[in-house]
Every structure is written in C-alpha cells, then in structure tokens.
C-alpha cells in the first residue's frame, strides 16, 4: 500500500513564474492537508480539502496561492507569480474520512527553490 | 495567540544516556497533543497522541506525558538510530494541527 506521493520532489523556479505541487493521498483516503516548512520554522498548515471542497484554508496566503483537490486525480497546490519567500518545503498529509488528525500520514514533500 | 515552543532545539547524547524533551503548548482549545519523528529529507512520521492530562503512551524506548501546559517525550537509553528531529504538535479547536520547531537529537555511538 503505497503511502502519500507528492511530486516533484524537488522543483526549481525563477522569479514570476508558476509552481505547481502535486500530492497523491493513501489509497482509501478522501482528505488531504498541506503545510509549509520555512527554515528554521515549524510546518505551518496552509489548507485542508476534501474530493471537490475546500474545508478550511485559514492558512492559506491571500494571493497567489491556491489549492484543490479534484473528483479524479491529485491534490494540486499551485502558486502564481513565485517569489523568493516562496522557498520552503511544501509536506501533504492525508487522512481517511473520520479519522481525525492523528490518522494523518505525511508525504516526503516537495522542496521548492526560488531562484 | 496559539503557540507551541520545544525545548531544547538541539540535543546531543551518548548511545546509554536518558534524556527528556520539552514541549510547551498555550493554545484555545486542545484536542490532542501530537509526537512526530522527522528524518532529513522525509516527511514526519507519526509517534504518539495524547488527549488529557496525566495521560502516558510508550513505544519501544520512547515515552510521552501530558500536563496542562506541556508535553515530555522521555527517551531511556537511546541509540544511534534514534538521531532525528522530534516534532509536537497541538490541534487545536479549529482542528488542525500547530507545530513546534522541533528538537534536533543526536545520539553519539
């Protein structure tokens, strides 16, 4: 049973342009979480979706930055017109209905780089 | 304002020597306070959660406690693979998790 699968793992981008963070949650699982890890800081949660909804994204920068999570496929984070504060790792979590917080299971996340 | 702060931020032991860290929470509304495990490179790894005070779990050599204000996570007689970032976490009433920035353990051969 494969666990979560974010991709890319690592991802480089200039100035302007637009990342785009793809998270694939545990088989059986329909909730999925994204947090930030600047350096030296804690992971900071960002978003929380379910298939077609987003439930909580108290977390989530104003600008640029968007998140979803569709009927088919992965949960996509996308942020527009990149700039150099935007490095960080970016870590998914995914839960199975219910379950609560602590059923959550984390990605290896996807380190983006800002040059 | 919630905050969660871990202590200390860097931990160096030798392979044998027990040893405990910190975690101090101040947040609206605790559900769960949360233990995770954290390698270079990976994402973190669920340990423990605990949900009331005086609660304790234990997995292998490690051990969580609970108090109102904090959390302890008691390491007995660690070993080298045991070297890692030891993350706690609270969720809080707008159920989702709070992060410290974690404890940096390495255990010396």
């Known amino acids: 049973n494969a666990g979560v699968m974010q991709n890319p793992r690592h991802l480089v981008r200039r100035r302007g342009q637009e990342a785009r963070l793809r998270c694939s949650p545990m088989?059986?699982?329909?909730?999925v979480y994204w947090y930030r890890q600047l350096p030296e800081e804690g992971l900071k949660f960002m978003v929380y979706l379910q298939k077609e909804n987003i439930i909580d994204e108290s977390g989530m920068p104003k600008e640029r930055f968007s998140a979803e999570f569709p009927k088919e496929g992965p949960s996509i984070l996308r942020i527009q017109q990149v700039v150099r504060g935007d490095s960080a790792a970016y870590f998914c979590?995914?839960?199975?209905?219910?379950?609560?917080?602590?059923?959550?299971?984390f990605g290896d996340g996807t380190r983006l780089s800002i040059l | 304002e919630d905050q969660v702060t871990q202590s200390p931020e860097a931990l160096r032991l030798q392979e044998g020597e027990s040893s405990s860290l910190n975690c101090s929470y101040t947040?609206?509304?605790?559900?769960?306070l949360f233990w995770y495990r954290q390698d270079p490179g990976k994402g973190p790894e669920f340990l423990f959660t605990l949900y009331s005070a005086g609660e304790e779990k234990e997995k292998e050599r490690l051990k969580a406690t609970l108090t109102k204000k904090e959390s302890f996570l008691h390491i007995t007689a660690p070993k080298p693979e045991d070297s890692a970032t030891y993350l706690c976490?609270?969720?809080?009433?707008?159920?989702?998790?709070?992060f410290g920035t974690g404890t940096r353990l390495t255990v010396i051969p």
């Open positions: 976490a609270a969720e809080t009433g707008a159920n989702n998790l709070f």
């Open positions: 947040v609206s509304g605790l559900r769960g």
């Open positions: 088989k059986g699982h329909s909730h």
């Open positions: 979590a995914s839960s199975p209905a219910g379950a609560g917080l602590g059923a959550q299971h």
